[in-house]
């Protein structure tokens, strides 16, 4: 099994928490930094409540 250097660890970790959507940055806190499960869920209540309201607004755009 390969194994990822620290230095490509850390460069994964910098485009995470630049790039990612905030759930899946707690995802990874989650996993790999000792992060709450709690902040997982509020994520994730978070990307459904902004994904419903999308949909919602592109339901009315569309009519």
Known sequence: MKTLSLYHFRLAV???NRHARLV?????EFYFD???P???LEA???TK???AASVTEWNRISE
Do not use: H, K, P, Y
């Open 14 to 16: 910098e485009f995470i």
């Open 24 to 28: 899946d940055q707690r995802l990874f």
């Open 34 to 36: 000792n992060g709450s």
């Open 38 to 40: 709690e902040a997982v």
């Open 44 to 46: 994730l209540s978070l």
């Open 49 to 51: 409540t902004t994904m």
